[in-house]
C-alpha cells in the first residue's frame, strides 16, 4: 500500500481494494462510487472502432467460478456497508452479467435501493455474433444504508434538467476524446455520468471513495465538483494516468448528458 498522489482534494492509492478498505475506520466514507470488475474476461470478441478485438480486459477481470466472483462482491459490499456513513450511500456499475448478482447480495448486505440508474450509450459497439440485440445500456445501482438518509440534491438535478424532474435513464455517447488523452482504461466510464452522480448525492463536506479507480474519472469529477475524493487501484499504469488527469483537470471537457 503506497500513496501514489495527492493534492488538496484528491488522494490516489496503489493498493488492492480490500487491503484498503479494511485499514479505513468504521462510518468514514460518505460516498462510495465504484466500477467493479464485470468478470467478462472469457476470451471472447468484440468491435473496436470498426475492428474485431478480445474482450479480454486483463488478469482483474477474469474469474474461475461464480462462486469467486459472488465472494468477491460480497466481501465488497460488506466492507462499503462498514466504511459508510450512516448516511452514506453506494453507487455500483454493472451489466446484465454481473448487476443481478449484485443486486441479489445487496438487500443480504443491509443496503436498501434508492434507484437503479440505466445508463443508455448512444454510439455502442455493434453486435458482431447477429444472434442478439446490441448490448447498449449499463446499470448504475444506487443504494443507502438500510436506516440511513441519503443527500440528494433534487433542486440541482431539475435544473440541469430543463426544470423537470430527473429520470432514472440518462444518455451518453460512451467517452469524451479529451477524457483518453493521456492513455484509457477499457472499462473507463464517461466524465458526464460521474460528474451527475457526484453532483446529485454529495456536498462540499463530504468525501468520496472510488474503490477501482482505474484512470481517475471518480477523482477528476471530485476535483471539479470541490469534493475530496479517495481513488485506490492496483495498477500503477492506470493511476499514472489517473494522476496527470487530475493534473490538468481544467482541460478535461464533460461530454453532452441527457
Do not use: C
Not at 60 to 73: A, N, R
Not at 170 to 175: Q, S, Y
Not at 207 to 220: E, H, K, M, N, Y
Request: hydrophobic share 35%; charged share 30%.
Amino acid at each position: 500500500m503506497k500513496q501514489f498522489y495527492e493534492d488538496d482534494l484528491v488522494k490516489l492509492v496503489h493498493s488492492d481494494t480490500f487491503d484498503y478498505m479494511r485499514k479505513l475506520e468504521d462510518e468514514s466514507i460518505d460516498v462510495i462510487i465504484a466500477d467493479p470488475p464485470y468478470f467478462l474476461s472469457n476470451g471472447g470478441f468484440s468491435n473496436s472502432g470498426g475492428k474485431v478485438v478480445s474482450v479480454n480486459k486483463g488478469e482483474w477481470d477474469k474469474s474461475e467460478t461464480l462462486e469467486t466472483e459472488k465472494k468477491f462482491y460480497d466481501d465488497f459490499l460488506k466492507e462499503s456497508y462498514r466504511v459508510l456513513k450512516k448516511n452514506g450511500t453506494l453507487w455500483v456499475f454493472g451489466t446484465m452479467h454481473n448487476i443481478y448478482i449484485l443486486g441479489y447480495l445487496m438487500p443480504i448486505n443491509n443496503f436498501k435501493f434508492l434507484n437503479n440508474i440505466t445508463w443508455q450509450k448512444s454510439n455502442p459497439a455493434p453486435n458482431l455474433s447477429r444472434r442478439m440485440f446490441t448490448h447498449s445500456t449499463e446499470t448504475i445501482l444506487w443504494a443507502k444504508k438500510k436506516d440511513g438518509k441519503q443527500v440528494f440534491n433534487y433542486d440541482r438535478m431539475r435544473e440541469i434538467n430543463d426544470h423537470k424532474q430527473m429520470k432514472d435513464v440518462w444518455t451518453t455517447a460512451t467517452i469524451n476524446k479529451s477524457e483518453k488523452r493521456f492513455g484509457n482504461h477499457p472499462t473507463q466510464k464517461p466524465l458526464s455520468i460521474i460528474d451527475r452522480i457526484i453532483q446529485a448525492s454529495t456536498n462540499e463536506e463530504m468525501t468520496i471513495l472510488d474503490p477501482f479507480v482505474g484512470s481517475g474519472t471518480t477523482a477528476v469529477a471530485g476535483k471539479m465538483n470541490g469534493i475530496k475524493t479517495i481513488g485506490v487501484d492496483n495498477s500503477i499504469e492506470y493511476l499514472k494516468i489517473a494522476s496527470q488527469r487530475v493534473e490538468d483537470w481544467k482541460n478535461e471537457k464533460i461530454g453532452k448528458i441527457k
